[in-house]
């Protein structure tokens, strides 16, 4: 499972004593947090389920190779369904 995915990191910094140049060392930062919409699918339900289902979905939309945030979302539906 990934915690946290960084794809492109860069930053700009200035440099010089005399004669500032800028340096790009951060341009681009992706993070991937899958753990969060984990984490909101174990809890979420408990306070409303239809947010539940909303965020589990942004999950999946950017996270969509992930399995388990399939997996989470129907469980989130079949819990919904059962315990009404």
Known sequence: MTVIE?????HDYQT?????RSLRALDGLSLRVEAA???GEVFLPYI???AAIRFVERGIRNNPDEWRLYQDL???QWRRRRFR
């Open 6 to 10: 960084i794809e492109s990191l860069t």
């Open 16 to 20: 010089g004593l005399w004669r500032k």
């Open 37 to 39: 919409y984990r984490f």
């Open 48 to 50: 409303d389920a239809d």
């Open 74 to 76: 129907e469980f989130v």
